[in-house]
């Protein structure tokens, strides 16, 4: 049973590291050109589906599989408790046998050192057929002890190959299903964030290319939302995303002005003033070969920048540390700094 639960844990471990199971997202897999909130979004997503793991893995109140594992841990405890109490039962009586045999041959001999009877008579005087009645004695409470530990062990047993393993086995292979759903979702969650983030990122273009006086003003920006999230940017969220993968895309887009206050509170939002649904027709228009081609390339050069930019930080805090290390005054029983200065 100890190789079983083992067994059941370690293929949850694998399970978990499988590819379906886990939503990777890469600093550099997505780089925001535009608004950035879709691509914030995606980055949510992913939290959201490590913090998904954790509670159902790592987390003892929401786990079921942890709560299940305790229970195998706990009943195989309680049988490593009682072998210890059965090998000690065992070694407790083999000890007070020989204990009482020690005195039974001690009374013997001396009995036949003062007064010379037959041996027979020695072994039948009263001390020594009441030690030998105490050896039966004590076999036979052993005996009783050793069969109620044993009642209990095959109880246990019974439980954990008919409940406890099963139920295991089970919430581990749930907890492994509903973790590959939930990263399914996630997955189609991100990849609709992808997509809205070049249709923004297009509509931009097609509208400061269409709509030329609004240009100028430098007060205007678009967005591209789902239908059913009525103008309003919205996370993950499990439910509904399952139901939004189940349907195509509703894409509207949106132009809002910002707010002219540059201290703007919770509860004002930007205005929108147009809104498009992204039909065929429009989205013909917007989502040109050239629009998205302009969209790859800017991504493609925001990456260059970003690798640059962490390349820079890596340097500079390389050198920060070395600078550190020398500016810092050094013990006077720190020789090794003393000859490197």
């Known amino acids: 049973m100890t190789r079983d639960a083992e067994s059941i844990r370690a293929q949850l471990d694998h399970d978990l590291q499988q590819p379906k199971a886990v939503v990777n997202y890469p600093d550099n897999d997505f780089i925001s050109i535009g608004q ?61 046998i020989k204990a009482i045999r020690r005195i039974i041959i001690a009374d013997i001999n001396s009995s036949r050192n003062s007064v010379q009877v037959f041996e027979e008579i020695a072994y039948q005087s009263p001390s020594v057929v009441m030690l030998r009645g105490l050896i039966e004695q004590t076999k036979q409470n052993h005996k009783t002890i050793n069969r109620n530990i044993l009642d209990q062990v095959r109880a246990i047993v019974l439980d954990m190959r008919t409940r406890h393993i099963r139920m295991f086995e089970q919430a581990a292979q749930q907890t492994v299903e509903a973790i590959i759903i939930h990263a399914d979702k996630c997955r189609v969650f991100m990849a609709q964030c992808r997509h809205l983030a070049i249709v923004e990122y297009c509509a931009y273009l097609w509208w400061t290319k269409t709509q030329k006086e609004h240009y100028h003003q430098k007060n205007y920006y678009v967005s591209a ?117």
């Open 36 to 96: 950035g909130n879709h691509e914030f979004n995606a980055r949510m997503c992913q939290v959201a589906h490590n913090d998904f793991v954790y509670n159902h893995t790592q987390l003892p109140q929401s786990s079921q599989v942890l709560q299940c594992e305790s229970v195998v841990n706990e009943c195989l405890a309680r049988l490593e408790g009682l072998r210890k109490m059965l090998v000690n039962n065992k070694q407790q009586k083999k000890t007070t």
């Open 225 to 341: 939302l789902l239908a059913e999230d009525k103008g309003e940017l919205k996370r993950f969220h499990p439910a509904m995303a399952g139901l939004s993968a189940a349907r195509p895309m509703n894409v509207e887009i949106l132009v809002f002005e910002r707010s002219s206050s540059e201290m703007q509170s919770e509860e004002e939002k930007d205005e929108c003033i147009l809104t498009y649904e992204l039909d065929e027709e429009l989205a013909a228009e917007m989502l040109t070969d050239e629009a998205i081609q302009t969209f790859e390339d800017d991504e493609r050069d925001a990456k260059q920048v970003w690798y640059s930019h962490q390349h820079q930080s890596q340097e500079d805090a390389d050198a920060d540390q070395v600078w550190n290390y020398w500016s810092c005054p050094y013990d006077e029983h720190d020789y090794a700094a003393q000859a490197m200065a």
